[in-house]
């Protein structure tokens, strides 16, 4: 599966965003799916994975409440729908998947085989 990841750009603190990322290739649905981050000089992050198949949804504690993930099968596409941003939230986002992780590999980013090239988030204060 190929990903493309959209969305991304420069808001002020307390605005929200929706980033988009586009699959290609069949049977979707059977796909966990994930947003993860790297801001400058940081490791990449897990945010949020939405779990093939039941479809449940998994939260970084620093983005519960603010951030949503969702995933429509028939649109090969999977959102995140990022509110109440904060400067800290500045990175680059990547979207992920994979057809085979465990729950318990969820938030790790060596279980995801698939990844979009980034789409650039910028928060100012």
């Known amino acids: 599966v190929q990903l493309q990841a959209s969305g991304g750009g420069l808001v002020q603190a307390g605005a929200s965003l929706r980033l988009s990322c586009a699959a290609s290739?069949?049977?979707?649905?059977?796909?966990?799916v994930g947003w993860f981050r790297q801001a400058p000089g940081k490791e990449r992050e897990f945010v949020a994975s939405a779990l093939r198949n039941s479809g449940s949804t998994y939260y970084a504690d620093f983005v519960k409440g603010r951030f949503t993930i969702s995933k429509d099968n028939a649109k090969n596409a999977v959102y995140l729908q990022m509110n109440s941003l904060k400067p800290e939230d500045t990175a680059v986002y990547y979207c992920?998947?994979?057809?085979?992780?465990?729950?318990?590999?969820?938030?790790?980013?060596?279980?995801?085989?698939?990844w979009g090239q980034g789409t650039l988030v910028t928060v100012s204060s």
């Open positions: 290739g069949p049977t979707f649905r059977r796909y966990t």
């Open positions: 992920a998947g994979s057809g085979s992780l465990i729950v318990s590999s969820i938030r790790d980013a060596r279980a995801y085989n698939y």
